[in-house]
């Protein structure tokens, strides 16, 4: 039931296809597949299971989920530039519809914590500097859209970098295999499994249109293809903390689940990515 999670769900599509003809694909993918409705997801073997948690577990699960519920948030009420940042009318069409599935996941751990931790809001969250700077990045796109094309092409490169590129190629998708091998592999919340398995089938397509935008970039300009290297090596020691993170509650201090090895399977993304924009001969070092 959870080895989907095993194997990455990026949908890069064909080499040969414009970027026009991989949007237009990808929207028909999204219309006919990116439906499911987070209301419909059983959660109540996930309510039995976390009463039966341990606390330091509760608090790590309570934490990673807070982390997605915030990233989803954040960038459901920031991804707006994204769209308009880009002028062809199917990659647009594509675009909206990340932005309603977004809107879509964000509804989905609003109704978990509620129903599943008794809580309207997360309390706690693992940290993520990485998503923190994304106002900033969502306001200097938009302000891109006044300037030449020039500025804008480089603000379109970093804004996918850092979302489509980093937070969900990079950062989400290791938090997808942390889940499976510390609670999915064990039949723990099956309902959590099922959101994150459509979460994850949505996201495969926003990761594969952003890897295909931006190895379009690099192919056009070498500056453009120096700017994505340099924003993931920016990046790199943020993305490198983003898991491995201690939970400290009412005084006590919680270390994660052995079976995290949050920072390999974060690197193991981060290198997956490189190859994706830039093929099997690239270098950068790991900070």
Known sequence: MNDVFDVEDVDLGQPEDSLDEAAH????KAIAFGTWDPA???LEQDKRDYECLDPAMRAYLES???AFYHAEENVARLFCPWIMAISSTWQQAYLSTQLV???????FFSRYFKEVFGLSAPKRRLENPVHDSLLERSRKLLASLEGPEEERAACIVEAFTHYQGIIEGVQANAGYHIFVHVFGKHGLFPGLSQGFRNIQRDEGRHVGFGMRVL??????DPALGARIREVYQAYL???RARYGQPIEVDGVRYDP???ERGLERLMEMYERRMRDIFGSHWE???Q
């Open 25 to 28: 694909r990808l929207w028909r």
């Open 101 to 107: 599935e977004e809107f879509k996941h964000t509804d």
């Open 40 to 42: 419909k997801i059983d």
């Open 237 to 239: 020691p943020l993305i």
């Open 64 to 66: 990673f989920c807070g």
């Open 215 to 220: 190895r379009h970039y690099a192919e056009r």
């Open 284 to 286: 950068v070092t790991l």
């Open 257 to 259: 689940p052995a079976e």
